[in-house]
């Protein structure tokens, strides 16, 4: 039966930002730090790989606790989507989590900006429509 593996996975998809919308949600990265760490190493077996691993998982940790400082700031749409897309395909990263909220907060000023200079700040507000060129 698919319908059940279908729901399933889509409510893997949504559990994280349903359960509290207003809490950083905790992310799984031992399994992308140990594809990270094992991409560099020579062999499997390398010593360095578990040195590696820490790393990323100490770096994680590090993105986690600004991503902390900053969750606020986001917008809850922002949140929803780029949680949702973190948690796609299994492997979760705060680094990101964090670029897609950041770079989605980015894009919405830089079009706010760019309609500011468009309209002018002072300017009464329109239909909805943007002026033609």
Wanted: negative net charge; proline residues 8%.
């Amino acid at each position: 039966m698919i319908l059940p593996k279908a729901l399933a996975v889509g409510l893997q998809l949504i559990v994280p930002v349903a359960s509290n919308a207003d809490d950083v949600p905790k992310l799984n990265v031992e399994q992308v730090c140990e594809g990270i760490a094992k991409q560099g190493g020579v062999t499997f077996h390398d010593p360095a790989i578990a040195q590696e691993k820490k790393n990323c998982l100490d770096s994680e940790q590090a993105i986690r606790d600004e991503l902390v400082k900053q969750w606020p700031s986001f917008s809850p749409a922002d949140k929803t989507h780029c949680v949702n897309e973190s948690v796609m395909g299994g492997e979760s990263s705060y680094t990101e989590l964090l670029t897609c909220l950041e770079m989605a907060r980015d894009v919405r000023a830089m079009r706010i900006e760019q309609d500011n200079a468009v309209s002018g700040p002072s300017s009464p507000p329109t239909s909805g429509r943007k002026p033609r060129p």
